[in-house]
């Protein structure tokens, strides 16, 4: 998109709790953009997304161990399962607020396999204990939606709300 931009960190607690997964993303979002927004320009663009995976209604979060990566693993062999991300667009003191959802299926995996992937570490630090742009990507079969609302951004529907943003300016 050629857009330049500075990371700034903005650590939360992320709760999990009884709000539709939608909702959960879009607000853990929200929160990160209001963390970040105090500490630029005034007329800086603040955005911020949140990611979460979600099987049978429950939600996989980053795994606190490798013992719970290991659990996520197994639960997510060979079923379907939902990314959400929840992506807000701060400008001009206005918070602009959507999600994306995405299936992805998994293939069987064996214990072998499992193992192998968490001796790698990535597992840790991903939603649903796998990262679909590095060794987790093996394990997927399929992808119904956007394949980078998987990795964590959703890159059409940011420049959706980004456009929306820029008409409103002009106006």
Request: charged share 20%.
């Amino acid at each position: 998109m050629g857009i330049s931009f500075e990371a700034i960190p903005a650590k939360i607690e992320e709760p999990i709790n009884s709000e539709a997964p939608q909702t959960q993303t879009m607000q853990n979002a929200l929160r990160k953009a209001q963390l970040v927004k105090d500490k630029v320009d005034k007329d800086a663009l603040v955005v911020s997304a949140d990611t979460i995976v979600v099987l049978d209604n429950h939600i996989l979060g980053k795994p606190a161990d490798t013992e719970e990566a290991g659990n996520y693993l197994r639960l997510l062999s060979g079923r379907t399962h939902s990314v959400f991300t929840g992506i807000c667009v701060y400008y001009n003191e206005i918070a602009n607020i959507n999600y994306e959802q995405t299936f992805v299926t998994f293939a069987e995996l064996s214990e072998t396999e499992i193992d192998s992937y968490l001796a790698t570490g990535e597992p840790l630090d991903k939603a649903g204990a796998y990262g679909i742009q590095g060794f987790g990507a093996q394990f997927v079969t399929k992808v119904e939606g956007c394949y980078f609302n998987v990795m964590g951004f959703p890159i059409r529907l940011f420049y959706e709300m980004l456009k929306t943003i820029l008409v409103e300016e002009e106006q």
